[in-house]
């Protein structure tokens, strides 16, 4: 059965700290990995990977993806109270746009 | 550019009711997906439509079902509503239909069964 496991599953951290969360995943057809902030309301993408050991980086974000081991970081450095959300990461299957999402990893950061 | 739209926001209904919701995608996407999200978990995916044609569908029951017309927007119907349906309702779009190309979001709609 496909699934995504996110850890940990929630984080509290103060200003200036770095962050990493972990994805990983057993998904049949594996295509890519996807990551979206979530706030309130809309997921907002964050990145696509697609390749293993190469890193995408974002300002403060960077994320890679490792194929073999089936798992996705992400990374935060400098954390500020505006990246409080909770981070999905989705692997999404070959050929269509069904994505598993995870159950999220909820991130508060202190002022 | 006006990203993805839904509506309306929220919505209240009894169980037992029919229920419509609405997504129009980005302009020029031509792939639209839904997905169900309840409190404490991540979307979860019912069905992804390319060029008017069901492209994917996820475990829900026949009581959901859905369309895309010729514009790429998109209805979400959910008949005899249950409790359990209560949740926000997702639509993503993208430019293709295989999943190479990122989906962008829509607000939701907050459904909320009596």
């Known amino acids: 059965e496909d699934k995504v496991v996110q850890s940990p599953l929630s984080l509290v951290v103060h200003e200036g700290d770095t962050v990493t969360l972990n994805c990983s995943y057993e998904?049949?057809?594996?295509?890519?990995l996807l990551w979206y902030k979530q706030e309130k309301k809309a997921p907002t993408f964050l990145f696509m990977l697609?390749?293993?050991?190469i890193e995408k980086k974002s300002g403060r974000l960077s994320s890679i993806l490792d194929k073999k081991e089936l798992f996705s970081i992400l990374n935060i450095t400098a954390t500020q109270t505006g990246d409080s959300a909770v981070y999905l990461c989705a692997p999404a299957y070959s050929g269509t746009y069904k994505y598993i999402f995870g159950t999220g990893t909820r991130l508060k950061v202190l002022a | 550019d006006a990203g993805v739209t839904q509506s309306p926001t929220h919505l209240i209904k009894t169980r037992g009711q029919h229920v419509t919701l609405r997504c129009s995608p980005i302009s020029g996407h031509k792939s639209v997906s839904w997905y169900q999200q309840v409190l404490g978990q991540g979307p979860q995916f019912i069905f992804q439509?390319?060029?008017?044609?069901?492209?994917g569908r996820g475990n829900f029951p026949d009581r959901f079902s859905a369309r895309q017309f010729p514009n790429y927007s998109s209805e979400l119907n959910v008949n005899a509503l249950l409790l359990g349906d209560s949740a926000l309702y997702l639509c993503a779009s993208s430019l293709g239909g295989q999943g190479n190309q990122p989906q962008h979001f829509g607000d939701g709609t907050r459904l909320s069964i009596l």
């Open positions: 439509y390319y060029e008017k044609e069901e492209r």
């Open positions: 697609t390749s293993s050991g």
């Open positions: 998904v049949t057809n594996f295509r890519s």
